[in-house]
């Protein structure tokens, strides 16, 4: 019987299953290579940010980025594709995440200027809440949340506090 809805294709089921799922031996070889992936585009972002290394290590750096944010625009197309709702999937926090981790490689391609948006790269250290399963653990950010607003208060005074013997004892030496 039809439901109206018109039915996924098996190559989208199968790809989704494979990016989605670690039940499979494929599923987990593209969790490691995704993971393996994104330590090394953040350990390239730290390197580039140490000048003896940006100038003699500058190129490959480069090159590096460029070929992970091709993948992990590869990633991202592909998961929109193989998402039951990719506008669902594009406003989520991960889909989120994913976008904001790519899109400062081309900003700053196309906008002179723009390389401080690169320390945004960093949040591909987020996508390995998804690929370890550890999303379900967000949501206690919530309880830290709560109860940082609860104690704006004291932390204010706290840090006003801090800051006056900073000045204080910085005049004083």
Same mark, same amino acid.
């Given at each position: 019987?039809?439901?109206?809805? !018109?039915?996924?294709? @098996?190559?989208? &089921?199968?790809?989704?299953?494979?990016?989605?799922?670690? &039940? $499979?031996?494929?599923?987990?070889? /593209? &969790?490691?290579?995704?993971?393996?992936?994104? *330590?090394?585009?953040? *350990? @390239? +972002?730290?390197? &580039?940010? +140490?000048? !003896?290394?940006?100038?003699? /290590?500058? $190129? =490959?750096?480069?090159?590096? #980025?460029? $070929?992970?944010?091709?993948?992990? $625009? *590869? #990633?991202? =197309?592909?998961?929109?594709?193989? @998402?039951?709702?990719?506008?669902?999937?594009?406003?989520? /926090?991960?889909? *989120?995440?994913?976008?904001?981790?790519?899109? !400062?490689?081309?900003?700053?391609?196309?906008? !002179?200027?723009?390389?401080?948006?690169?320390?945004?790269?960093?949040?591909?250290?987020?996508?390995?809440?998804?690929?370890?399963?550890?999303?379900?653990?967000?949501? #206690?950010?919530?309880?830290?949340?709560?109860?940082?607003? @609860?104690?704006?208060?004291?932390?204010?005074?706290?840090?006003? =506090?801090?800051?006056?013997?900073?000045?204080?004892?910085?005049?004083?030496?």
């Amino acid at each position: 019987m039809h439901s109206g809805r !018109p039915r996924r294709a @098996a190559w989208r &089921d199968t790809l989704a299953n494979t990016i989605d799922s670690t &039940d $499979t031996g494929a599923g987990r070889l /593209f &969790d490691l290579v995704l993971i393996a992936a994104i *330590l090394l585009s953040v *350990l @390239a +972002v730290m390197l &580039d940010s +140490v000048r !003896p290394y940006q100038i003699r /290590f500058g $190129t =490959v750096l480069r090159q590096l #980025e460029w $070929t992970l944010t091709i993948l992990f $625009t *590869l #990633e991202y =197309v592909v998961r929109l594709i193989t @998402a039951r709702h990719a506008r669902v999937y594009a406003r989520s /926090f991960f889909g *989120l995440v994913d976008l904001l981790s790519i899109l !400062p490689t081309y900003i700053a391609l196309l906008i !002179p200027g723009a390389q401080y948006l690169l320390i945004l790269r960093v949040l591909r250290l987020l996508r390995i809440f998804r690929i370890l399963k550890l999303a379900r653990y967000l949501s #206690e950010a919530s309880v830290l949340i709560t109860t940082l607003r @609860a104690s704006v208060a004291k932390i204010t005074v706290f840090l006003a =506090v801090a800051v006056t013997m900073v000045v204080i004892i910085g005049t004083l030496m």
